[in-house]
């Protein structure tokens, strides 16, 4: 079984069930929608990374306390931060398929967080390229609201990245990323 | 004096700002704004450097100075506005030169936030924070507002209202496009301009984001729509990283080449943005001053627009959708009573499914509130189709309400030739933008010849121009009346059509169907109708895009009068291809049980249709419908059934118990009251699938459902408890942050509804929070909320 189809299942509570064959044609259904509207955005920046103690680190001039993140980025040397999206076009698509087919709107939810992980991997890949070629390592991407990271620090983020302006993803007052299908995230780069 | 040289004379913005306060020692993180308070010599100096440059137009220091992006408490607003436009004042009388057109361009950038339904921010919150920032700016002397940097359409809208409506003075706009001509949040080219032209800006164009390479294309197509003053305001090329800084890589002597470029292609105000420098702009000025400035092209296309996407009337006929609008229709009349728009929505998609290219929206209705409902219509609309909508009404207020809030430049049906109409509906289409449709009557009614009805249209056309609305945003509906009672009425409405197409150059609408009215086998006479007023010159039809017959002549027409490139539309629909798919063999004596296991819609409608006949609905309920959910709800928790069977099986049930709910109102059975329950994802959430998922479930077992949305006021939410006396309230809460607002309705619901439980769910939660904020039942999947509700209120 594919990997996306295996995560989509995931998500929709399968676990390691068998998929039945409504299912099965309303994943593929889905996929081929978002294709056609997912407007995939992202931006990264890679920052130098000063771990103060077991619950404080510096991005240069950002600041983060959170001792599940601290754990995360030991022996990393730099940092890069990321924002990505899939735009408000698969907002939009989702919404408009939750009016006439609930069932297919909630597979259709599920297929898009693989569709998101799936950017965000790119994104892994892109910024793996970047860092210096010597064998160095990257750490598992780690986003506010895992752990005790905070979700409030999504702000400061989309703040450093220029996010609302480069790939047009914002921040709620009660901090949830807007289009919905997106996510910021830090990868320690050892 | 700036307004009467726009479009006549070539004129020059500035550079960019924040990089130069940068070499100046602003920090990362430091508002720019504030050094119009802090740093006054550095920021006039700025200014006298661009002035001296030749710009004129400087923009003043305030692009984030707006209240939901200037959160800094250390200087007021208003003080930094003043300031910045004082900063530019002095720039200019220190830098420009004798004689020098100088102006103060009101700097206004955006929010940085996204506009509801996408977002969270309301348009009209929207609309108070750039009314605070222009009221300012206005009273400190700026000669024009300017607004820049936009990605989104409805958050351009609302600061141009705000400009429009609280200032005299010239407003110009710039959006940012990617380089394929896209907004960030899904818009183009065509309907950013529609929207803008139809605001009546008095120059429109791009910035930032690409370089001036990359801007030629979409400056070409921006004048293909439009013939108003394009401005282009460029980054200095595309940003490089070069050692963990951004870089700019064209430089001044590149960039005046490639501007130069730009204003042969027709812009007629050039600046920079990221990147560009005083000797950018100065050596720009050089390469650009003696050009000619290119003329106006003389656009006019008829065009409406949506977030996202633009419909021309033209030459290829349009269907607008006529279903949305309850004469003859009590299932939408009792939706729209009771606030529900499920059925709109789905009829909206539905038609756009079928073929549509806009959708009419009617909801007038007796003791309703129009304005409300109308508005609230097309905003839901608007949240899932991009298709541009009619807003059809004969309420003012409501007409001016939908317009307000609507996304784009909206069809306007109707004014018609009665003073008092022209009065009331011009003056909006003025205001917010808009494809008007007038209707030839007036105070005689409908004159019975072409050539009357020919006269109202010229006049309406002529009183429109009046107002500054040209000729191509006004369609002739030239009105349809019935055969049946007046032999002539085909001939007189084709001859009308003909008239008004090359008497007045204006573009046409029609309901169709009004033809047939009291003659047998309607859909023969309308779809033959339609086929002659396209030939006559019927430009959009306001039809039934489900209509076979209807449709057939759209597709035939269109095919036949080489509106169809290479037939593609017609094969598509008609050829082998559209009939290879024959629906699946229908198994043979299924029964309504194993459909709604199974999760068949289609099946379950037909097969509870067939049971019908030889049983009762409540029979078919408790036999059939009742045990099947059951099993597939025991399946759910037991974990052999997955949610999307759950909610399949929840939709087949839906479809079956539609056919037995019409049933038993035609036998006059009256429901049993049912059980109300409210489901609300509570406030600073936009989460709303889960409870999505419970509604549907919650009404399968026969519970009223008062779904109050995403990001609910707690007063709503006991409002509604109280005023409908409703026994179950559930909340749902996605993330940490608004688990607060849970708790806070909780507290509101028990001091005023205590016999009022609560049930809560979400991915954030579990027990133990529950039991926090004082929930009285944590569900922790979908049928969990069900079977808490049938306990409490069913079985008592």
Redesign the interface.
Same mark, same amino acid.
């Given at each position: 079984m594919d990997l996306r189809l295996r995560e989509t299942l995931r998500y929709?509570?399968?676990?390691k069930?068998a998929v %039945?064959e409504?299912?099965y044609r309303?994943i593929s259904e889905s996929f081929r929608e978002l294709e056609s509207v997912v407007?995939e955005?992202f931006i990264y920046r890679?920052f130098n990374l000063k771990i103060r103690d077991e619950e404080l680190l510096w991005l240069e001039?950002f600041s983060i306390r959170s001792r599940n993140l601290v754990k995360n980025m030991k022996d990393c040397r730099q940092a890069a931060v990321f924002a990505a999206t899939l735009?408000?076009?698969t %907002?939009?698509l989702?919404?408009?398929t @939750? &009016?006439? *087919? &609930? !069932?297919k !709107? !909630? &597979?259709m939810?599920a297929c898009a967080a693989t569709r998101m992980e799936e950017l965000c991997d790119k994104i892994e890949l892109e910024i793996r390229e970047q860092a210096e070629p010597d064998g160095r390592i990257l750490r598992p991407r780690f986003s506010p609201?895992y752990g005790d990271l905070a979700?409030?620090y999504q702000k400061e983020i989309l *703040?450093?990245l220029a996010a609302?302006?480069k790939?047009?993803v914002?921040?709620? %007052?009660?901090? @949830?990323l807007?289009?919905?299908k997106s996510v910021t995230a830090f990868i320690g780069i050892k | 004096m700036l307004k009467e040289l726009l479009g006549k004379e070539l004129l020059f913005f500035d550079g960019a700002m924040g990089t130069l306060l940068q070499e100046q020692g602003l920090q990362a993180g430091e508002y720019p704004e504030n050094w119009n308070i802090s740093h006054p010599e550095q920021v006039i100096e700025i200014h006298r450097r661009y002035f001296a440059a030749g710009s004129n137009i400087v923009l003043t220091n305030t692009f984030g100075a707006n209240r939901i992006k200037y959160e800094n408490q250390e200087y007021s607003l208003r003080e930094v506005v003043y300031q910045a436009v004082a900063h530019v004042k002095e720039g200019a009388e220190k830098g420009a030169a004798q004689g020098r057109k100088s102006f103060i361009g009101l700097d206004i950038g955006p929010t940085g936030q996204l506009l509801k339904p996408l977002g969270s921010l309301d348009f009209e919150a929207a609309y108070e924070v750039f009314k605070e920032v222009v009221r300012y700016g206005t009273e400190a002397g700026a000669d024009l507002i300017h607004i820049e940097t936009m990605s989104d359409t409805y958050e351009v809208k609302a600061a141009v209202l705000a400009a429009k409506e609280n200032s005299d003075l010239p407003v110009t706009v710039t959006m940012m496009f990617d380089e394929k001509g896209n907004l960030l949040t899904g818009g183009d080219v065509a309907s950013a301009v529609a929207l803008l032209e139809g605001l009546r800006v008095d120059a429109l164009g791009i910035n930032c984001g690409l370089g001036p390479a990359q801007m030629q294309p979409l400056l070409i197509e921006i004048r293909r729509y439009t013939d108003l003053p394009v401005i282009v305001n460029p980054n200095a090329g595309l940003p490089q990283q070069r050692n963990g800084q951004t870089v700019y890589d064209v430089d001044p002597a590149e960039f005046a080449g490639a501007m130069a470029e730009l204003v042969k292609a027709g812009a007629a105000l050039a600046g920079g943005c990221c990147g560009t420098t005083p000797d950018h702009i100065k050596m720009m000025i050089k390469a650009c001053r003696e050009l000619p400035l290119l003329r106006p092209a003389d656009r006019q296309r008829t065009v409406v627009s949506a977030y996202g996407k633009a419909v021309e009337i033209g030459s290829i006929p349009v269907i607008i959708g006529e279903r949305i609008n309850p004469t003859g229709k009590s299932k939408l009349k009792a939706a729209l009573k009771e606030q529900n728009y499920d059925y709109v929505l789905k009829e909206g998609i539905k038609q756009q499914d079928a073929g549509a290219h806009i959708l009419d929206v009617n909801t007038g209705l007796p003791d309703i509130d129009e304005a409300a409902v109308l508005r609230e219509a097309v905003c839901q609309l608007q949240s899932i189709t991009s298709l541009p909508l009619q807003i059809d009404t004969a309420d003012i207020g409501a007409m001016e309400a939908a317009m307000r809030i609507y996304n784009g430049k909206p069809m306007v049906n109707s004014v018609n030739g009665k003073q008092k109409s022209m009065d009331a509906v011009l003056p909006l289409i003025r205001k917010y933008g808009g494809v008007v449709v007038a209707l030839t009557l007036d105070e005689n009614g409908i004159p019975e010849t072409a050539e009357g009805r020919y006269a109202i249209a010229a006049r309406i056309v002529n009183e429109a121009a009046g107002y500054g609305i040209a000729r191509k945003d006004v369609v002739a509906d030239v009105l349809t009346m019935t055969v049946s009672s007046a032999a002539e009425s085909a001939k007189v409405t084709l001859k009308a059509l003909e008239l008004v197409r090359e008497g007045l150059g204006i573009q046409t609408v029609l309901g169709v169907s009004n033809i047939s009215f009291g003659l047998p086998d309607r859909p023969v006479l309308n779809s033959a109708f339609y086929t002659m007023a396209l030939q006559n010159g019927l430009s959009a039809g306001i039809i039934n895009p489900l209509s076979v017959e209807m449709m057939a002549s759209y597709y035939a027409y269109c095919a036949l009068m080489e509106k169809d490139v290479n037939f593609e539309q017609y094969i598509r629909q008609y050829g082998q291809g559209a009939k290879a798919e024959a629906p699946p063999a229908q198994e043979q004596n299924m029964t309504l049980y194993t459909a709604i296991e199974k999760g068949l819609k289609e099946e379950a409608y037909r097969i509870s249709g067939e049971l019908l006949k030889e049983h009762q609905p409540l029979y078919i309920i408790n036999t059939h419908l009742i045990p099947a959910l059951d099993v597939v709800g025991k399946g759910f928790e037991a974990g052999t059934v997955f949610l999307p069977q759950l909610l399949m099986s929840a939709e087949a049930a839906k479809a079956a118990f539609e056919v037995l709910q019409e049933n038993m109102s035609e036998h006059g059975q009256t429901e049993q009251a049912k059980e109300k329950v409210i489901l609300a994802t509570v406030k600073g959430d936009i989460h709303d699938i889960g409870k999505n998922i419970v509604k549907v479930l919650l009404e399968n077992y026969g519970f009223e459902v008062l779904d109050l949305g995403k990001d609910v006021d707690p007063e709503m939410i006991v409002q509604t408890a109280v005023d409908q006396d409703v026994r179950l309230v559930g909340l749902s809460a996605l993330m940490t942050t608004t688990v607060g607002s849970m708790e806070t309705t909780i507290k509101l619901l028990r001091d005023s509804k205590p016999d009022c439980k609560v049930m809560v769910g979400g991915a954030v939660l579990n027990r133990e929070y529950a039991d926090m904020i004082g929930a009285d039942f944590y569900g922790k999947d979908a049928m969990q909320s069900v079977y808490y509700a049938q306990k409490l209120l069913h079985d008592k």
């Amino acid at each position: 079984m594919d990997l996306r189809l295996r995560e989509t299942l995931r998500y929709l509570g399968y676990g390691k069930h068998a998929v %039945d064959e409504q299912t099965y044609r309303l994943i593929s259904e889905s996929f081929r929608e978002l294709e056609s509207v997912v407007r995939e955005r992202f931006i990264y920046r890679i920052f130098n990374l000063k771990i103060r103690d077991e619950e404080l680190l510096w991005l240069e001039s950002f600041s983060i306390r959170s001792r599940n993140l601290v754990k995360n980025m030991k022996d990393c040397r730099q940092a890069a931060v990321f924002a990505a999206t899939l735009g408000t076009t698969t %907002d939009q698509l989702i919404r408009r398929t @939750m &009016v006439s *087919n &609930v !069932a297919k !709107a !909630a &597979v259709m939810q599920a297929c898009a967080a693989t569709r998101m992980e799936e950017l965000c991997d790119k994104i892994e890949l892109e910024i793996r390229e970047q860092a210096e070629p010597d064998g160095r390592i990257l750490r598992p991407r780690f986003s506010p609201g895992y752990g005790d990271l905070a979700l409030e620090y999504q702000k400061e983020i989309l *703040n450093i990245l220029a996010a609302p302006k480069k790939i047009g993803v914002t921040l709620t %007052d009660s901090f @949830m990323l807007t289009p919905t299908k997106s996510v910021t995230a830090f990868i320690g780069i050892k | 004096m700036l307004k009467e040289l726009l479009g006549k004379e070539l004129l020059f913005f500035d550079g960019a700002m924040g990089t130069l306060l940068q070499e100046q020692g602003l920090q990362a993180g430091e508002y720019p704004e504030n050094w119009n308070i802090s740093h006054p010599e550095q920021v006039i100096e700025i200014h006298r450097r661009y002035f001296a440059a030749g710009s004129n137009i400087v923009l003043t220091n305030t692009f984030g100075a707006n209240r939901i992006k200037y959160e800094n408490q250390e200087y007021s607003l208003r003080e930094v506005v003043y300031q910045a436009v004082a900063h530019v004042k002095e720039g200019a009388e220190k830098g420009a030169a004798q004689g020098r057109k100088s102006f103060i361009g009101l700097d206004i950038g955006p929010t940085g936030q996204l506009l509801k339904p996408l977002g969270s921010l309301d348009f009209e919150a929207a609309y108070e924070v750039f009314k605070e920032v222009v009221r300012y700016g206005t009273e400190a002397g700026a000669d024009l507002i300017h607004i820049e940097t936009m990605s989104d359409t409805y958050e351009v809208k609302a600061a141009v209202l705000a400009a429009k409506e609280n200032s005299d003075l010239p407003v110009t706009v710039t959006m940012m496009f990617d380089e394929k001509g896209n907004l960030l949040t899904g818009g183009d080219v065509a309907s950013a301009v529609a929207l803008l032209e139809g605001l009546r800006v008095d120059a429109l164009g791009i910035n930032c984001g690409l370089g001036p390479a990359q801007m030629q294309p979409l400056l070409i197509e921006i004048r293909r729509y439009t013939d108003l003053p394009v401005i282009v305001n460029p980054n200095a090329g595309l940003p490089q990283q070069r050692n963990g800084q951004t870089v700019y890589d064209v430089d001044p002597a590149e960039f005046a080449g490639a501007m130069a470029e730009l204003v042969k292609a027709g812009a007629a105000l050039a600046g920079g943005c990221c990147g560009t420098t005083p000797d950018h702009i100065k050596m720009m000025i050089k390469a650009c001053r003696e050009l000619p400035l290119l003329r106006p092209a003389d656009r006019q296309r008829t065009v409406v627009s949506a977030y996202g996407k633009a419909v021309e009337i033209g030459s290829i006929p349009v269907i607008i959708g006529e279903r949305i609008n309850p004469t003859g229709k009590s299932k939408l009349k009792a939706a729209l009573k009771e606030q529900n728009y499920d059925y709109v929505l789905k009829e909206g998609i539905k038609q756009q499914d079928a073929g549509a290219h806009i959708l009419d929206v009617n909801t007038g209705l007796p003791d309703i509130d129009e304005a409300a409902v109308l508005r609230e219509a097309v905003c839901q609309l608007q949240s899932i189709t991009s298709l541009p909508l009619q807003i059809d009404t004969a309420d003012i207020g409501a007409m001016e309400a939908a317009m307000r809030i609507y996304n784009g430049k909206p069809m306007v049906n109707s004014v018609n030739g009665k003073q008092k109409s022209m009065d009331a509906v011009l003056p909006l289409i003025r205001k917010y933008g808009g494809v008007v449709v007038a209707l030839t009557l007036d105070e005689n009614g409908i004159p019975e010849t072409a050539e009357g009805r020919y006269a109202i249209a010229a006049r309406i056309v002529n009183e429109a121009a009046g107002y500054g609305i040209a000729r191509k945003d006004v369609v002739a509906d030239v009105l349809t009346m019935t055969v049946s009672s007046a032999a002539e009425s085909a001939k007189v409405t084709l001859k009308a059509l003909e008239l008004v197409r090359e008497g007045l150059g204006i573009q046409t609408v029609l309901g169709v169907s009004n033809i047939s009215f009291g003659l047998p086998d309607r859909p023969v006479l309308n779809s033959a109708f339609y086929t002659m007023a396209l030939q006559n010159g019927l430009s959009a039809g306001i039809i039934n895009p489900l209509s076979v017959e209807m449709m057939a002549s759209y597709y035939a027409y269109c095919a036949l009068m080489e509106k169809d490139v290479n037939f593609e539309q017609y094969i598509r629909q008609y050829g082998q291809g559209a009939k290879a798919e024959a629906p699946p063999a229908q198994e043979q004596n299924m029964t309504l049980y194993t459909a709604i296991e199974k999760g068949l819609k289609e099946e379950a409608y037909r097969i509870s249709g067939e049971l019908l006949k030889e049983h009762q609905p409540l029979y078919i309920i408790n036999t059939h419908l009742i045990p099947a959910l059951d099993v597939v709800g025991k399946g759910f928790e037991a974990g052999t059934v997955f949610l999307p069977q759950l909610l399949m099986s929840a939709e087949a049930a839906k479809a079956a118990f539609e056919v037995l709910q019409e049933n038993m109102s035609e036998h006059g059975q009256t429901e049993q009251a049912k059980e109300k329950v409210i489901l609300a994802t509570v406030k600073g959430d936009i989460h709303d699938i889960g409870k999505n998922i419970v509604k549907v479930l919650l009404e399968n077992y026969g519970f009223e459902v008062l779904d109050l949305g995403k990001d609910v006021d707690p007063e709503m939410i006991v409002q509604t408890a109280v005023d409908q006396d409703v026994r179950l309230v559930g909340l749902s809460a996605l993330m940490t942050t608004t688990v607060g607002s849970m708790e806070t309705t909780i507290k509101l619901l028990r001091d005023s509804k205590p016999d009022c439980k609560v049930m809560v769910g979400g991915a954030v939660l579990n027990r133990e929070y529950a039991d926090m904020i004082g929930a009285d039942f944590y569900g922790k999947d979908a049928m969990q909320s069900v079977y808490y509700a049938q306990k409490l209120l069913h079985d008592k």
